[in-house]
């Protein structure tokens, strides 16, 4: 672990008390299909997937290599479009939106964490976390107060002026962390979040992760083939040939 | 330099300048807009220093070319004004005898008292400064002490008491010499002549008159100008001496060849000037000629020549330019995908991707464009110390780069650049968010989007109005365009409704090449009419290009399976070979980009080679030129031969050698005027008279015959038919 990197369970316990559950739909599903065509190959990657989830709940992925999840995750959070069905995050159909509308939804309700590239390499650690700020209207010393906020909210404020090539494993993931949760998202899509780092690490930032979660109440929806995320999830969605399974 | 391709230097300055704000408040925009966006481009420059030295490098090459060009053509420019205004000097329009409006000189004689008429005319007129009687003869002379002969100097009389306003004659030293103050036999022999006698001060020159020697003695050497008989590059020079001596020496008492004018405001004057002088001489049978103006005229349009064929090619440099500014922004981008996937996901519009290679590609830009026009400068510099050594015999190059050529390079320079980066940036800024996250290739689409349709109809409106406008004005440029634009744009249509990308572009891409190279009796039926200009080479080069590498891009399969058959007989390589084409097929539109900046660069090489072969032909000569004749012998007015065998035979010479010698009169175009029935002048040939004996002895093929004319043999026949001209 980061010397500078306090647990998740201190965290939790140095911020405010945990907001009060709820049973609001924040991610509804229903009947989603994705077929990638080259004309040549045709690969049905998702047939008809149903899946909802409700505010504050983290959910994890889980399925064998090639059932879907990944492609799931794309189109639950508009990365990707979708050829049937319908998705709706907090009420919005996203597959209805033109792409800078899209963009600024997802930049103003979601966050993102994924396992490679996470950080722009030739930005500091607080200014790849104020970018999704700054993208979208607010004022550069708002925008910087806020990222620093949020560094220290993950444990590496000091840290804030390095570049990712001078930061650690962890740290770049818990700089990525905080880059998710900045603008305050509703929903945080982790794609492999803890999959290029080793267990104890790995275990820091799955600490900070439902810490979080549980501190804010913030949606977390992690693809990942590691048990151990699975286990401190509230919930494990199952797939497999493009279809959920299990929920 | 005023003019380049049609267009006035100084317009294209003041569009580029306004080009080149307008990119500036652009980029001055974005970066006040949206900062973090703009120092997230910048901050790539530093990113990987030998990267961005190489960017630099292949972004400044186009404006090298260009800067280069624009100094060549400044240096050619500069070079010939500066020896039209060394050999005229003070001498602004000359009157000579004759009415076609050309300085021709071919020893027509006028009367001295002419002088005298004029000045009574002129008197009193502000413009005209001083008025000069001339007496010009091309004489063979022999310099007694070097034994060394020239068969053409210009003996030039001049009238010592006029000779004030045209400024004193001086020696090589800048020490005036006194035309009127030289001895009897004395003369001023001109740089030039003085360098082919090796002449000094004090030798005796036999001026050789109706084939008598004269003796004169060499009293100066002074500096070549009209003055002193040299005439430009040509022109082996002559010599000065005063007008009484030479009408003596020529037996034309009373008589002149021109009279020079100077104007007191110098050769702006001209077109006043001229005025009157034409006034005065309206109903004589003489003429004015502002033979200056004309001189630097031609001079100007000789330096555009060079400049445009040298704009040529930098069109070419331009066009491989932007080919390299779209690879390296597309490679670029393919190796941040990722972090432009990732960038795109937390909340940066396509725009913002666009902006951020904007500010990138501008810090490129502004550099490369400086660097790319100081090295240009050099690079024309460098080219004008090699044409003095080619051609430093016939006029001194005097290296020259003019502020408007600089500006105009590196605006340009940055503009196409400029351009150049919003376009890729654009382009690239175009990225699936998935697969850039996962860096995997984009799939490609079964049909084409909306956005081709509407290029597509447009592409085909647009050709087929080139087309109209080509075949209405008779232009090639246009119609040619339109021909391409048309079954190109059709293709991109057509990939709207799903027909194979492969299929259409292959038959678009024929279609090109067939237009290209299709035989001319073929578009000569086919087709309207059409001129065209060397902008031609630029056009066809570009498409065929173009066309050749859709071909061969859409159609590598083939190449793959080629080598697969041929790569049978050496399976040890085989995999390797297989290997090193797989790379390049599986990104088809850096491939394509690539062959296309080869092909361009060899294109542009090709058409280059081929120009100075022509060229080399033309002035150089070949056996074919020279119609099988060997050697050529002048002869000067003041010294006819009548009878050239015999005179060989007299000196000795043995005419045994000879196979045959004819006999040529040559009138220089500038003393002809073609008429149409109707009087209207056509413009001015060469003529040239010639005997039987050229005729019978020539190797001269006719390349083609008028109608009713069954051999060379039947055209030259009728040539030789007596006739009375009107």
């Known amino acids: 672990m980061d010397a500078s990197a306090a647990s998740g369970a201190a965290l939790l316990e140095r911020a405010a008390p945990p907001l009060p559950p709820t049973n609001e739909v924040i991610i509804e599903a229903s ?51 979708i050829d049937g069905g319908s998705i709706l995050i907090e009420g919005t159909d996203l597959s209805r939106l033109p792409d800078n509308a899209r963009t600024e939804f997802r930049a103003a309700k979601m966050g993102f964490i994924f396992q490679f590239y996470n950080l722009l390499p030739v930005l500091s650690a607080v200014e790849n976390v104020e970018l999704p700020l700054l993208v979208t209207g607010i004022k550069p010393r708002g925008a910087r107060e806020r990222a620093l906020e949020a560094l220290g909210q993950v444990g590496i404020r000091e840290w804030a002026d390095h570049r990712p090539a001078e930061l650690s494993g962890g740290q770049r993931q818990r700089a990525t962390i905080a880059r998710a949760l900045v603008n305050g998202p509703a929903i945080v899509w982790g794609d492999e979040p803890t999959g290029d780092l080793d267990s104890e690490t790995a275990d820091e930032i799955l600490q900070l992760m439902r810490a979080l979660n549980v501190r804010n109440r913030q949606t977390f929806v992690l693809v990942t083939h590691d048990p151990r995320i699975g286990a401190l999830c509230d919930r494990i969605v199952q797939m497999k040939d493009g279809r959920v399974v299990g929920a | 330099m005023k003019v380049i391709f049609g267009i006035p230097t100084g317009s294209i300055m003041v569009v580029l300048l306004v080009v080149f704000a307008l990119c500036l408040a652009l980029s001055a925009l974005l970066f006040l807009r949206n900062r973090a966006v703009f120092r997230l481009g910048v901050r790539n420059v530093p990113r990987r220093p030998a990267q961005t030295i190489l960017i630099v490098v292949g972004l400044m090459l186009s404006t090298l070319i260009i800067a280069a060009s624009f100094a060549t053509g400044d240096t050619l420019d500069s070079s010939i004004r500066g020896q039209v205004l060394d050999v005229y000097g003070q001498t602004d329009e000359q009157v000579v005898a004759g009415s076609s409006g050309t300085a021709y000189q071919g020893g027509a004689r006028l009367p001295e008292t002419l002088v005298a008429d004029l000045e009574s005319r002129f008197r009193g007129n502000p413009d005209v400064e001083g008025l000069l009687p001339v007496l010009a003869e091309s004489l063979p002379v022999v310099d007694q002490r070097t034994r060394l002969f020239e068969p053409a100097l210009t003996a030039t009389g001049l009238d010592p008491a006029r000779l004030g306003p045209f400024g004193p004659l001086a020696d090589t030293g800048g020490k005036a010499v006194n035309l009127g103050a030289l ?36 009293a100066a050497i002074g500096a070549d100008s009209l003055l002193t008989g040299y005439t430009g590059a040509s022109s082996a020079g002559g010599f000065a001496l005063p007008l009484g001596t030479a009408q003596t020496l020529l037996g034309a008492p009373g008589q002149i060849t021109r009279v020079d004018v100077t104007n007191r405001g110098g050769v702006q004057q001209s077109p006043a000037v001229m005025q009157a002088l034409e006034a005065a001489l309206a109903g004589t049978p003489y003429q004015a000629v502002d033979a200056q103006a004309n001189e630097l005229r031609t001079a100007e349009e000789t330096g555009n020549a060079f400049l445009t064929i040298f704009l040529l090619f930098g069109l070419f440099s331009i066009a491989v330019g932007i080919l390299l500014i779209f690879l390296i922004f597309v490679l670029l981008a393919a190796e941040r995908k990722p972090e432009m996937g990732i960038a795109r996901a937390v909340g940066m519009k396509r725009r913002h991707l666009t902006e951020m290679f904007l500010a990138e590609g501008l810090a490129y830009d502004l550099v490369s464009a400086l660097v790319g026009a100081a090295l240009g400068v050099l690079v024309a510099f460098a080219m004008a110390g090699f044409m003095a050594r080619i051609f430093g015999q016939a006029f001194p190059i005097r290296p020259t780069v003019t502020w408007q050529s600089l500006v105009i390079a590196y605006t340009l320079g940055v503009v196409v650049t400029f351009v150049s980066i919003v376009i890729s940036a654009w382009r690239v800024s175009r990225l699936n968010i998935v697969t850039a996250i996962r860096d995997t290739p984009d799939p490609v689409p079964v049909r084409e989007s909306r956005r081709w349709l509407i290029f597509g109809a447009l592409g085909v409106a647009l050709g087929a109005l080139l087309v109209w406008v080509g075949a209405t004005t008779g232009q090639e440029f246009p119609f040619a365009t339109g021909m391409c634009a048309v079954p190109l744009s059709l293709a991109v249509l057509l990939r709207r409704f799903g027909v194979p990308a492969r299929l259409v572009f292959t038959v678009a891409a024929f279609l090109v090449l067939f237009y290209f190279l299709m035989p001319s009796t073929w578009s000569g039926t086919l087709f309207p009419h059409l001129t065209a200009g060397i902008e031609m080479f630029f056009l066809s080069g570009i498409l065929l290009v173009a066309a050749a590498t859709v071909i061969i891009v859409w159609n590598a399969t083939l190449l793959t399976f080629l080598v697969g058959v041929l790569g049978r007989a050496s399976a040890r390589w085989l995999p390797a070979v297989k290997i090193a084409v797989a790379y390049p097929l599986e990104r088809k539109g850096r491939t394509g980009m690539t062959i296309s900046m080869f092909s361009l660069i060899v294109f542009s090489l090709v ?22 004749w060997d050697v050529m012998a002048v002869q000067g007015q003041a010294n006819p031969i009548t009878d050239f065998s015999a005179t060989l035979v007299a000196h000795g010479v043995d005419t045994g050698q000879i196979a045959a010698t004819s006999r040529l009169q040559v009138v220089p175009w500038q003393a002809t005027q073609v008429l149409q029935a109707g009087g209207a002048t056509t413009g001015q040939y060469q003529v040239v008279g010639i005997d039987r004996a050229f005729i019978d002895n020539s190797r001269l093929p006719l390349q083609t015959r008028a109608t009713g004319y069954d051999s060379d043999a039947a055209v030259w026949g009728r040539c030789w038919v007596t006739r009375t001209w009107p």
């Open chain 1, 31 to 81: 009947g989603v299909e994705k077929t990638y065509d080259t004309g040549k190959v045709r690969v049905v990657a998702l047939r008809g997937v149903a899946l909802t989830v409700r505010r504050g709940e983290m959910v994890a992925i889980m399925g064998p290599s090639g059932c879907g999840k990944t492609t799931l995750l794309n189109c639950l959070s508009g990365l990707d479009t």
């Open chain 2, 607 to 628: 058409v280059m080679a081929a120009i100075n072969d022509n060229v080399m032909r033309r002035v150089v000569g070949t056996g074919d030129v020279s119609a099988g």
């Open chain 2, 183 to 218: 001895p009897a036999d004395g003369v001023v022999l001109g740089k030039t002549a003085a360098e082919k006698l090796n002449a000094s001060v004090g030798d005796t020159l036999l001026v050789y008159v109706q084939n008598q020697p004269h003796p004169l003695t060499v």
